[in-house]
T-cell receptor
Framework: ETGVTQSPTHLIKTRGQQVTLRCSSQ?????VSWYQQALGQGPQFIFQ???????GRGNFPPRFSGLQFPNYSSELNVNALELDDSALYLC???????????FGPGTRLTVL | AQSVTQLGSHVSVSEGALVLLRCNYS??????LFWYVQYPNQGLQLLLK??????LVKGINGFEAEFKKSETSFHLTKPSAHMSDAAEYFC?????????????FGTGTRLQVTL
């Protein structure tokens, strides 16, 4: 059984650019959640996707958007990057009838 | 709304000593509660979870936590600390809906284990 994978591992962008982060969910999981973890903080919920539809969103602006594909993998897109977007972005997957979320290793985004 | 408060951003214990990491929650509905561990430059690993079954929950690596509704607490303990326990620990709460819902995390407690 393959766990949750994320790519890339690290990314450096400049302010104003756009970025796409990718997540492959664990086998058998159809729900993906994204979290932002700033340095020294706990993860903050960005949004969740279930069966290719957004299923809940945290307090993040519209320039944070996502997609889920038929194979349940997911993308997180961030437009007009700001310095405060520098963080570890975590993806978590679960099956719809389960309450346990399995986390990937994260993507470290640095905005200069 | 749900929230979690972790008391103590840093905790230091000697190897072999008791580990106690504190977590208090606030929830308007019956909660699910979780403890996750994060090692440097890694994602989160689930230690244990409370989902309205037994109030004393046993997890991996010898950790356990007790759900106390009257105190709105879910403290994490381990009888004897090991050097490999040094990491960041996060308490999290979600809604008790039976399905995956968003996790609300605390700010974390960094556990240091000394010889």
């Amino acid at each position: 059984e393959t766990g949750v994978t994320q790519s890339p591992t690290h990314l450096i962008k400049t302010r104003g650019q756009q970025v796409t982060l990718r997540c492959s969910s664990q086998s058998g999981h159809n729900t993906v959640s994204w979290y932002q973890q700033a340095l020294g903080q706990g993860p903050q919920f960005i949004f969740q996707y279930y069966r290719e539809e957004e299923n809940g969103r945290g307090n993040f602006p519209p320039r944070f958007s996502g997609l889920q594909f038929p194979n349940y993998s997911s993308e997180l897109n961030v437009n007009a990057l700001e310095l405060d977007d520098s963080a570890l972005y975590l993806c978590a997957s679960t099956s719809a009838n389960d309450n346990e979320q399995f986390f990937g290793p994260g993507t470290r985004l640095t905005v200069l | 709304a749900q929230s979690v408060t972790q008391l103590g951003s840093h905790v230091s214990v000697s190897e072999g000593a008791l580990v106690l990491l504190r977590c208090n929650y606030s929830s308007s509905v019956p909660p699910y509660l979780f403890w996750y561990v994060q090692y440097p430059n890694q994602g989160l690993q689930l230690l244990l979870k409370y989902t309205s079954a037994a109030t004393l929950v046993k997890g991996i690596n010898g950790f356990e936590a007790e759900f106390k509704k009257s105190e709105t607490s879910f403290h994490l303990t381990k009888p004897s600390a090991h050097m490999s326990d040094a990491a960041e620990y996060f308490c999290a709460v979600s809604r008790n809906t039976g399905t995956a819902s968003k996790l609300t995390f605390g700010t974390g407690t960094r556990l240091q284990v000394t010889l």
